[in-house]
């Protein structure tokens, strides 16, 4: 590349493209289709590491600069998160660094700040205050919610009648009350919070839903129910001038209804790139292919360009994301011929590979033979079958001579490890002496044991806590980093109980939190607190309540006792000691005390920290102390402990999948006892499958009976879904490992993995249907201890 550059006689549009030919050298074939794009709608479908990320940025850094873009010019790529939209931009940076460019050509934004910037650049036209209006982090215990389920109830007493009544019909009073708590403090606010962001995203409209109220509905008539809740909390909302993250997409779509400011944006965009396209929903696909359209010629092709991997598709159970969409799209561009498949991928070593390969054809044979149990009607079995949420795909080893060094790494042990070990802590005795071996011939490895839960980082950590001293290993826990966003939530929970302990609400939300933090027992608090005033100041009259709740109520006293007699400035330090928090979770919450302190002025009362805090969580303006705030995932001699689902996009050479255990990966949704008097299912999640099944019609040319089916069958169909989820989480784990992947299911583990002691009670425990047949596949690599 030097002796070109250095010739005189080679101009600089030369030079610029003979860089970019070595840009595009370096791309393998399949990703070169990419690199190709010139217009139109394109879909890339990849498997895991094959590239996806690394083409892309290529692919920008050369139509940025084949195509002049600029300021006013520009390609716009649409990540789902802030951490991959700046890794992204970093690379794309780079490239264009490298061709010696300007770098204003293109701009990386998650959907969210795409949309901000849409509203902020024309605020006359927008209908949002933003500098008037609160932005809401809509969660299941928001005020907001409270105010909506309330004033529902009100509106539509025959309604919440036949809620209370139930399935288990129990009249009396003690039951009544109890069914009260249980759907106005549990069940209502998951049902909301889950609806409301269902409906938001789901690009219907309100006008849609009323095409709904002449078919047949189920028993609890659950889509009205999610319909008109959602209206309230419209409602709700406006009176209280806030908005939520969801409104900022939508009002970024009225502002595009301009046909002006469309014209504005959409001579600017040159085309849209959207990553990790799997988790799209109809809202999202609505902003980014207004963008992407012709603005002189609308009915043109679209210039858009979808990259994603629909078998890692893991948000579409607890977002409103589904790979329903990334799949319609890939169908549309298979017809046009603008389907590219990238199955190539040099991440992984071939028997991580086969292993990958072999779990998603499994995934996808068992669910199709669960789902043809289940035959229903004729079309809506091939609507089924058309829509089976595991992709066909194999990943296939790279070329010789591949661009990227070390692909496919080649290792003189096997590269997958099958272990079944007596119980977990002969599984962290393996894992020790695993990292230990590794480590030790070469301290630049990164390492990773990916959990299904938080509670199991935790005990990994627990029992990795030696090595940095005695090992000079360093521990990563990262979902003990991210407990911190939790920090003021929780004391704002404890100071609302301080502040009117007599609530319901608020004395449940704060022994959950001492049970959280394991300094109670749990039990069916429901039960306990039915009345306040019992529980804190029980008379003799009462019979003695057991231990365990002796113990939760002294731990409520202790809390009035200290709004009494301590001064209003030590109250939030004073959580953090009875919560019992460490070292760098104090330091957090005394900078939570210093910043409300500020705020506050002088008047320091319970009340004014209350509001205070309120304002800081809504707004997410408080950022804690953790030990590195960039969050560095992977790094050598580093063993990171995280959940499969923080692990997608990032690798490590070795990769410990421990505790693969039926109970916790079955995919199943689980229902607390409470709720059963409703029926076995949880009205949330049928709420979620019925807007989905409609939003679907949109698409589709009939009606699509599940939204209008009875609950055991709109049931099935929601457990199904899960499951599938859960099998694409494991496959997203399995497919982060490059050299070794070591899986392992102990015979013996505890029943419930919140705060394990030694000596904790070990029961039998099934490995998960996968790991079995990851076992029958592959005896040679089975170690029995
Ligand atoms: N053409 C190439 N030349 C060099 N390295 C490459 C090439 N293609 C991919 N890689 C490397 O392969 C690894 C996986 O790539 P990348 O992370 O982009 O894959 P992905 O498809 O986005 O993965 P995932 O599906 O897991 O998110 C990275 O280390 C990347 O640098």
């Keep these: 590349m030097k002796d070109y550059i250095q010739d005189s006689s080679i101009t600089n549009s030369q030079i610029l493209e003979k860089k970019l030919d070595i840009l595009l050298t370096n791309l393998r074939y399949e990703q070169k289709q990419l690199a190709h794009w010139k217009s139109g709608k394109m879909s890339v479908t990849a498997v895991p590491g094959a590239g996806k990320s690394h083409s892309l940025a290529t692919t920008a850094a050369i139509l940025i600069a084949r195509n002049n873009l600029n300021i006013n010019k520009q390609l716009v790529i649409v990540t789902y998160t802030r951490s991959a939209a700046m890794a992204i931009e970093a690379k794309i940076k780079q490239h264009l660094i490298d061709l010696d460019i300007s770098q204003d050509g293109f701009m990386v934004n998650t959907l969210h700040g795409l949309a901000l910037q849409i509203i902020n650049n024309h605020p006359n036209f927008s209908k949002l205050n933003l500098t008037n209006s609160t932005l809401i982090n809509l969660t299941p215990n928001h005020k907001i919610i409270e105010n909506s389920i309330d004033k529902w109830i009100d509106n539509n007493p025959l309604h919440y009648q036949s809620l209370l009544k139930g399935v288990v019909i129990n009249e009396s009073r003690t039951e009544q009350l109890r069914r009260k708590s249980i759907l106005r403090n549990e069940i209502f606010p998951r049902f909301a919070y889950s609806i409301i962001r269902e409906i938001k995203s789901s690009g219907l409209t309100l006008k849609d839903f009323e095409k709904i109220n002449d078919r047949k509905h189920d028993n609890y008539q659950t889509l009205l129910l999610a319909v008109s809740l959602y209206k309230q909390y419209k409602t709700v909302m406006k009176s209280s001038n806030f908005i939520d993250y969801d409104d900022m997409i939508h009002e970024a779509i009225n502002i595009l209804d301009d046909s002006d400011i469309r014209q504005v944006w959409q001579q600017k965009v040159f085309a849209v790139f959207e990553d990790e396209a799997q988790d799209s929903s109809p809202l999202q696909e609505k902003l980014i292919s207004t963008l992407a359209s012709d603005h002189n010629n609308p009915t043109f092709e679209v210039n858009l360009v979808k990259v994603g991997d629909p078998n890692q598709a893991i948000n579409s159970t607890f977002t409103a994301a589904d790979p329903i ?27 991580i590979i086969n292993a990958a390969n072999f779990s998603l054809k499994w995934m996808r044979d068992e669910w199709i033979k669960k789902q043809t149990n289940l035959k229903n009607s004729f079309s809506e079995q091939q609507t089924l079958e058309k829509n089976i949420p595991f992709h066909v795909q194999e990943i296939k080893l790279v070329d010789k001579n591949d661009p990227q060094v070390n692909a496919n790494p080649q290792s003189s042990n096997p590269g997958l490890e099958i272990h079944i070990p007596q119980d977990i ?34 005990f990994l950590a627990q029992n990795l806590k030696d090595f940095p001293e005695k090992y000079k290993i360093s521990i990563y826990e990262v979902g003990k980093q991210n407990q911190f966003s939790q920090i003021p939530k929780d004391i704002l929970t404890l100071l609302k109980f301080m502040d009117r302990p007599h609530s319901l609400s608020y004395l449940k939300n704060s022994l959950k939190i001492l049970e959280k933090q394991n300094l109670i027992i749990k039990q069916d608090w429901n039960k306990i607190i039915m009345n306040p005033e019992d529980f804190l100041y029980s008379t003799s009259l009462l019979s003695e309540p057991e231990k365990s709740v002796i113990q939760a109520r002294n731990y409520c006293r202790s809390l009035l006792k200290a709004k009494l007699e301590l001064p209003s400035y030590y109250l939030i330090a004073f959580l953090g000691t009875i919560l019992k928090y460490e070292s760098m979770e104090l330091a957090s919450v005394q900078k939570l005390s210093d910043t409300i302190y500020d ?6 009362t319970l009340k004014n920290i209350i509001d205070v805090l309120k304002k800081i969580i809504d707004l997410e303006q408080f950022e804690e102390i953790t030990e590195d705030n960039e969050q560095p995932y992977v790094r050598p001699n580093q063993v990171t402990i995280m959940t499969m689902h923080k692990s997608k996009g990032l690798d490590w050479n070795y990769v410990f999948l421990p505790f693969l255990h039926e109970d916790i990966l079955s995919g199943e949704i689980k229902i607390s006892a409470t709720s059963k008097f409703l029926g076995n299912f949880s009205l949330a999640e049928i709420a979620r499958t019925q807007i989905r099944a409609l939003s679907h019609e949109k698409y589709l040319s009939y009606e699509n009976n599940i939204c209008t089916n009875e609950i055991k069958q709109v049931w099935e169909q929601s457990k199904l879904l899960k499951k599938a989820e859960e099998y694409r989480l494991i496959y997203v784990a399995i497919t982060r490992a490059k050299n070794l992947l070591w899986m392992s299911a102990a015979q013996k583990g505890p029943s419930y993995w919140r705060n394990i002691k030694e000596k904790v009670f070990l029961q039998n425990k099934a490995p998960c249907l996968i790991f079995s047949a990851l076992m029958n596949k592959f005896p040679h690599l089975v170690v029995r201890h």
């Design 325 to 351: 969409y990334f799949n319609w799209f890939c169908e549309a561009c298979k017809k046009d011929k603008t389907l590219v498949k990238m199955n190539q991928a040099g991440r992984s070593n071939i028997d």
């Design 425 to 458: 802590y002969h599984s962290i005795k393996l894992i020790r002496q695993k990292i230990i071996t590794i480590l030790r011939k070469n301290r630049n490895q990164s390492i990773a044991i990916l959990v299904r839960e938080n509670t199991q980082s935790h």
């Design 599 to 604: 705020e506050l002025n002088g008047t320091i």
